[in-house]
């Protein structure tokens, strides 16, 4: 009998000790996401996020980041879920409208904005009731006539009282965007006027360009139309000497589509005649060139898309810009070296034809010494000759 029930302890000592092994798993998902409450001014309509980490990740694909939702159980607070380590954020609402960098401690804070330039940032609730749960969800673009006037949206079945949908709004492109549940299925797009609508659109859960006739027929793509179709470019740098393991970062403006994932983006190879080069897509017209780990970096350097580029950098905000292929000159202090290091070789060299240019005139004057005393010798034994030959003669 106590063999058996120290047998039984045995085995639920280990199943406890599996259930909190797996219990620390479990919480770690959970914080793996945290919810961003903003309370923004009256007047500040459908705010976004756009929140990053102290490396430069990014939490969304590009400017102006996730749309807000309404809670509809708070009156004038708006929320979005974020990855737990983007603890940077701005929030905008239209062109000109955002405040500052905000930073925020880790877990679940609450924003309250006066205005652009002042924010106040809470980790504790300043809303009422649970916090709604986190909903992955993908994006929709859509494309209407000009009479289907405040379009919505809705997904799956549509219940009664729920055909005013979900409002669709306008993008700085031209089309009409939303975020639809992955576990939609299907969408229907809604009008103001009366038989405005589609059929329910069978999508799946991907990013989706979605074109409306007048009639309510559709079509659509998961390939962006906007997208622009450019080959790939070469962008060749110089950098001062001390930038090591320069690196490139490049993305589209203003939409902020980046080419990289992470910062400080990718390293150069070394390339012909002195240049370090790196192939990126053709479409991007922003560039930063960093180094030292991304810790000294350019400024935004503007570039024509579609076009291979040459850039001198000789300091953060000094640099030169070419599209056609250049010889490398030393710019800034490196230039100033190169002089100071010229002069100096100059200063040994005259150092040392100095002494050689002393000994010869030495050697010159003793020539010069010997041959006048020669020519003395010289007249002398003449005169001497003449002298005695009239003597002679006498």
Not at 92 to 103: D, R
Not at 140 to 146: A, G, T
Not at 230 to 252: F, M, Q, R, Y
Not at 364 to 379: D, K, L, Y
């Amino acid at each position: 009998m106590a063999k058996r029930f120290k047998k039984a302890m045995t085995v639920l000592f280990a199943f406890t000790m599996m259930l909190f092994a797996f219990m620390p798993m479990h919480v770690k998902a959970e914080e793996e996401r945290c919810v961003v409450y903003v309370n923004p001014p009256k007047d500040w309509s459908d705010p976004f996020l756009w929140a990053w980490d102290e490396e430069g990740n990014n939490a969304f694909a590009s400017w102006p980041g996730g749309e807000m939702e309404i809670d509809s159980a708070n009156e004038g607070w708006y929320y979005i879920w974020i990855p737990s380590w983007a603890d940077h954020m701005i929030v905008s609402a239209g062109e000109g409208v955002q405040t500052g960098e905000l930073i925020k401690e880790d877990g679940n804070v609450w924003v309250t904005i006066a205005d652009m330039e002042n924010a106040e940032l809470s980790n504790e609730a300043l809303t009422e009731g649970e916090i709604p749960a986190y909903v992955e969800k993908f994006k929709i673009h859509v494309s209407l006539p000009e009479s289907w006037e405040s379009p919505a949206f809705t997904w799956g079945e549509p219940k009664d009282g729920e055909d005013a949908g979900k409002a669709l709004r306008m993008g700085e492109d031209g089309w009409y965007t939303g975020n639809v549940p992955v576990a939609a299925g299907s969408i229907m797009i809604i009008g103001s006027a009366e038989g405005q609508k589609t059929e329910a659109i069978a999508i799946d859960p991907a990013e989706v360009w979605i074109t409306v006739a007048e009639d309510g027929s559709f079509d659509f793509t998961y390939n962006d139309p906007n997208a622009i179709e450019a080959p790939d470019i070469s962008v060749s740098v110089s950098v001062p000497k001390d930038w090591e393991t320069p690196c490139l970062w490049a993305w589209s403006a203003p939409d902020g589509t980046n080419v990289f994932t992470s910062w400080p983006g990718e390293a150069f190879a070394e390339g012909e005649d002195g240049w370090l080069t790196l192939q990126v897509p053709g479409w991007i017209n922003s560039i930063i060139i960093n180094a030292n780990e991304g810790n000294v970096q350019t400024t935004d350097i503007s570039v024509e898309t579609g076009k291979d580029v040459w850039i001198v950098v000789s300091g953060p905000e000094e640099y030169e810009v070419s599209y056609e292929a250049v010889q490398i000159q030393e710019t800034g202090e490196e230039a100033k070296e190169t002089v100071a290091q010229e002069e100096a070789e100059g200063a040994d060299e005259a150092a040392t034809e100095a002494p050689m240019q002393a000994e010869e005139e030495v050697k010159s004057g003793t020539n010069a010494g010997v041959i006048a005393v020669i020519v003395i010798i010289c007249i002398i034994i003449v005169g001497l000759a003449v002298f005695f030959a009239k003597k002679k003669k006498k």
